[in-house]
């Protein structure tokens, strides 16, 4: 009886959806980059909706995604200078249609 209760109380601790390590990887590698374009860009986020996007996308229990999302965008900063201008154009050309998409800018 006692094993059928643990076993109860563990399935409802259960977060609302499983995700993967490599789910949590590409949610926080995305994320950052766009993030990181924000200054390099030219561009100002809307906090709310970064918020939003973060509300959706990640798990209220995972307390990786954090971590991963700073190193990623401390990664995509320096990546930022070492992009020759073109580079940079086309970067920033992206990661404005991106932000757009996710409403972070209008």
């Known amino acids: 009886m006692k094993l059928a209760v643990f076993a109860a109380v563990a399935l409802s601790v259960q977060p609302a959806f499983a995700w993967s390590e490599s789910e949590q ?9 766009v993030i990181a374009a924000e200054s390099f860009c030219g561009m100002s986020y809307k906090q709310s909706a970064i918020s939003g996007y973060v ?7 995972d307390m990786g995604f954090a971590s991963i999302l700073d190193t990623e965008i401390y990664s995509a900063n320096y990546d930022q200078g070492e992009m020759e201008q073109s580079q940079k154009t086309a970067h920033c050309t992206q990661m404005r249609r991106v932000a757009k998409s996710y409403g972070f800018i209008d």
């Open 55 to 61: 509300e959706r996308t990640v798990p209220a229990d």
């Open 25 to 33: 990887y590409d949610a926080a590698k995305r994320l950052g980059s």
